[in-house]
């Protein structure tokens, strides 16, 4: 495979904003406006803070750092990368009544939109009676597009009920990125802090990866979708998927997974089996940092700028 040359520059170092060329992008971001964090203090059930301790119903509680969450300290971080940044729908904040998600989800829009250059934001949208008009309306506006719990398409059934909502997007011409949703409540033990991201989260986004692709693609046949962490590498499991009767189908240009959380081992696996056209650069940053492939120049660049690009917009300038 040609991708694999090492001693390529470091994540960011790939291509300027200047001359005219295309900007490095990080598609998977997060960071809270002070009016979220205001609301969630305000709460008295989970999803809530206590001061800087996150507490949610199927989580240990979670110390933020309050930098993590300073727009100034981002800056400054990113460089000239454009993070794109997402309300963290392991919150579940989606999927509280209309009553509850209203607010919350409007201080998101309003925090976010604010935040200036060198980001761009993911919309929401309440589960409970989702708002399509005002998802519409948010759409033709700023953000680059939508971002959904996985827990939401969790079955091919279930991404059946979620099309009238990812058609707003279809419509609009902008994507959608999967991301893990909420943990249910634990049984009680004691699991290490570590367990929802390595166990649930995958879980939960393998099983949105196999439902769309067992039935998203004849529901939404020009959307464009991503999905973070590398789809929990459900796409890896392509040769059992063809033990047990199915059929992995033709590689589809206007579906990608990103790279959170993974590293040269698990991207190169990913590469092997979707190619290096559908893997784009995401960090989930501030929960974990971009990490340089070293596949060389033109990889570096495929991933940073030019498979972003087409992620977000369908195609290059």
Not at 197 to 215: F, G, K, N, P, R
Not at 216 to 229: D, E, M, N, S, T
């Amino acid at each position: 495979m040609q991708v694999r040359s090492r001693g390529g520059p470091a994540w960011g170092e790939v291509v300027g904003v200047s001359a005219g060329k295309l900007q490095p992008c990080d598609v998977h971001q997060h960071l809270w406006p002070p009016a979220l964090i205001a609301a969630l203090r305000a709460r008295n059930e989970p999803p809530l803070l206590r001061g800087w301790t996150l507490h949610l119903a199927g989580e240990p509680p979670y110390e933020v750092n309050p930098g993590d969450h300073d727009l100034a300290a981002r800056l400054q971080l990113q460089g000239d990368v454009r993070a794109l940044v997402s309300l963290s729908t392991p919150l579940g904040l989606e999927d509280l009544p209309p009553a509850e998600a209203g607010p919350l989800l409007a201080a998101w829009h309003t925090g976010a939109s604010a935040f200036g250059e060198g980001f761009g934001a993911w919309a929401a949208v309440g589960r409970i009676e989702p708002d399509l008009t005002g998802l519409a309306e948010v759409l033709r506006g700023d953000f680059v597009g939508l971002q959904i719990p996985a827990t939401w398409m969790a079955t091919p059934r279930a991404l059946d009920a979620l099309a009238p909502v990812l058609r707003v997007c279809e419509d609009a011409g902008k994507p959608v990125l999967v991301h893990p949703g909420p943990v249910a409540p634990g049984t009680g033990e004691d699991l290490p802090g570590w367990w929802p991201a390595v166990v649930d989260y995958t879980a939960q986004l393998s099983a949105a990866w196999w439902a769309w692709h067992e039935t998203g693609r004849k529901l939404l046949p020009q959307l464009r979708i991503g999905f973070v962490a590398g789809a929990g590498l459900a796409p890896l499991q392509h040769e059992r998927l063809h033990a047990r009767g199915g059929r992995f189908g033709r590689l589809d240009r206007n579906v990608f997974v990103e790279t959170s959380s993974y590293g040269p081992q698990a991207v190169d696996a990913l590469i092997r089996v979707l190619g290096i056209d559908a893997v784009i650069r995401g960090s989930d940053r501030p929960y974990a940092q971009p990490v340089s492939l070293g596949f060389g120049n033109a990889a570096d660049h495929a991933v940073d700028v030019s498979n972003p690009q087409r992620f977000l917009t369908g195609g290059l300038p």
